[in-house]
């Protein structure tokens, strides 16, 4: 079974530039999170959707950063701007339900300078 | 907001010896997790526990689930250079909820 893409790996930008990572979950797994994992630390929640409806996204700044799953399968994450400290590992994981094991993709390194 | 402390924060051991980390909250967590993280890749889950006190071992890897339920510790025993890694605890606060809150991690250095 195909595990969870993510794409780019790696990007590189520029401050108040902006991006989107994007990412394709296991195939049949409703839930998909996104996470922001800063170095040295452990991976945050900041979205997380059921099918295509957002769950939590509490965490979320929605003043730069946004999340889409339009049609309950893929999901796009998009900063704009980006600042300093968005650099960070973006994972994003899927599980069957809501409850169930998460499986994470590889992740896409992002560096703002 | 809900927090773990995971400790040691580094360990630098032998190849062979038996390994030892724990992860505390402040608050109950009603599911506990634990996930070793490779360079560039995402975490992987190695055992999960669901009930207090539960006991569970994956190979050489053992997890316990603390009664209390705000902790919980990962052995691993006879370690190997593939143990290398990042090892986060992770938790649940509510029965169905989803949500993971993450420790910030123990990084595992063996030398051979």
């Known amino acids: 079974e195909a595990g969870v893409a993510q794409s780019p790996r790696y990007k590189i930008i520029e401050k108040r530039q902006s991006v989107a990572f994007w990412c394709n979950p296991i195939s049949g797994h409703a839930t998909l999170y996104w996470y922001q994992q800063i170095l040295g630390q452990g991976p945050k929640l900041l979205i997380q959707?059921?099918?295509?409806?957002?769950?939590?996204d509490s965490q979320l700044p929605k003043d730069r950063f946004s999340a889409e799953r339009l049609k309950g399968v893929d999901s796009t994450l998009k900063i704009q701007p980006a600042k300093l400290e968005d650099s960070a590992v973006y994972l994003c994981?899927?599980?069957?339900?809501?409850?169930?094991?998460?499986?994470f993709g590889p992740g896409t390194r992002l560096t703002v300078l | 907001g809900q927090q773990l402390n995971q400790s040691p924060q580094s360990m630098f051991i032998q190849e062979g010896e038996d390994v030892s980390m724990n992860c505390t909250s402040s608050?109950?967590?009603?599911?506990w997790l634990w996930y070793k993280q490779d360079p560039g890749e995402g975490p992987v889950l190695l055992i999960a526990?669901?009930?207090?006190?539960e006991l569970t071992s994956n190979g050489r890897l053992t997890a316990q689930f603390g009664i209390t339920r705000k902790d919980s510790f990962l052995n691993i025993s006879a370690s190997i250079p593939s143990d290398v890694g990042i090892y986060f605890c992770a938790g649940q606060p509510g029965r169905g909820a989803q949500k993971l809150v993450f420790g910030q991690g123990t990084r595992l250095t063996i030398n051979p």
């Open positions: 994981a899927s599980s069957l339900e809501d409850y169930t094991e998460q499986f």
């Open positions: 526990l669901y009930k207090a006190g």
């Open positions: 959707f059921q099918n295509n409806g957002v769950v939590d």
């Open positions: 608050s109950i967590f009603n599911t």
